[in-house]
């Protein structure tokens, strides 16, 4: 049986990141959801107040024999920006948060690295929050699968297709072989 591992990560709507992340070679499965908030089991009504203290986040389950965490988190970084506290883009709220949730020590320690290589690729200091993984609530099924069902709506291509435009131009060695 092959190993699998799970990373959460948030960078703003999960819709850009789940749309990002679905093309990686070795991503299996991405869910969108909320954690790191106060309330048990909350909507996306409640999630997009920025009153539960929740972040829109995606949990990734990859094989880390195609894709390692580190190249994983190091591709999340660099396709969104980690600089804005609370915002990406136009969406404003700690529900927008760049923030990496991690299941164990060694996740952490990858993703301490992964921003310290990284602060010196930007402008503006690294503001991502690096954070035990709480408890993952899934959002509700609309939400899933997103940009691959409506890649006509307005949000998605004026805003998630350049995100996977950029994954094809930086990172093409990663992308499963539908994707490159």
Not at 50 to 64: L, M
Not at 70 to 94: C, E, S, V, W, Y
Not at 136 to 147: G, L
Request: aromatic share 10%.
């Amino acid at each position: 049986m092959i190993n699998k591992e799970i990373a959460t990560v948030g960078g703003g709507c999960f819709w850009c990141v789940e749309a990002v992340v679905q093309r990686l070679k070795g991503v299996e499965k991405v869910v969108s959801g909320y954690a790191g908030g106060s309330s048990k089991n909350p909507s996306y009504r409640e999630v997009c107040t920025g009153n539960t203290g929740h972040a829109e986040v995606v949990q990734i389950t990859f094989d880390p024999s195609q894709i390692s965490y580190k190249d994983l988190l190091t591709i999340f970084m660099t396709t969104h920006d980690p600089t804005t506290l609370n915002r990406q883009g136009a969406d404003r709220g700690t529900q927008y948060r760049s923030v990496v949730f991690y299941a164990n020590e060694e996740q952490k320690l990858i993703t301490e690295q992964v921003i310290a290589e990284l602060k010196d690729t930007f402008d503006d200091p690294i503001v991502t929050q690096v954070l035990p993984l709480p408890t993952f609530y899934e959002a509700e099924a609309d939400h899933q699968n997103y940009y691959n069902l409506h890649p006509e709506a307005g949000f998605c291509s004026m805003v998630i297709s350049p995100k996977v435009q950029k994954l094809r131009k930086l990172y093409a060695g990663h992308l499963k072989p539908s994707e490159a």
